[in-house]
Nanobody, 115 residues
Framework: QVQLVESGGGLVQAGGSLRLSCAASGSIFSITVMAWYRQAPGKQRELVARITSGGTTNYAESVKGRFTISRENVKNTMYLQMNSLKPEDTAVYYC?????????WGQGTQVTVSS
């Protein structure tokens, strides 16, 4: 089992920045991919960014150039640096990890961007 705990969400004005953290614990060896997803009210959950164990990153078009995903393996922690935030970035952000054939989710952290 893998446990994921997000932190760092909050309320910020448009144009501001936030950094989300996802701390992983448990059977974290062999986690191949970690990712951030988000879900806005009334919308489906969508991929924001992901990072492989080798450091390869992918981003949704809507966040390219504004968000940066990273991993600090020593601390078993993943981050999402979010800059130039927009009201449409408002959502619950979820941490995700893939290990073997299993997918794990955190409980989510709310990000609200005011205009």
């Amino acid at each position: 089992q893998v446990q994921l705990v997000e932190s760092g969400g909050g309320l910020v004005q448009a144009g501001g920045s936030l950094r989300l953290s996802c701390a992983a614990s448990g059977s974290i060896f062999s986690i191949t991919v970690m990712a951030w997803y988000r879900q806005a009210p009334g919308k489906q959950r969508e991929l924001v960014a992901r990072i492989t164990s080798g450091g390869t990153t992918n981003y949704a078009e809507s966040v390219k150039g504004r968000f940066t995903i990273s991993r600090e393996n020593v601390k078993n922690t993943m981050y999402l640096q979010m800059n130039s935030l927009k009201p449409e970035d408002t959502a619950v952000y979820y941490c995700n990890a893939v290990r073997a054939l299993s997918v794990y989710w955190g409980q989510g952290t709310q990000v609200t961007v005011s205009s």
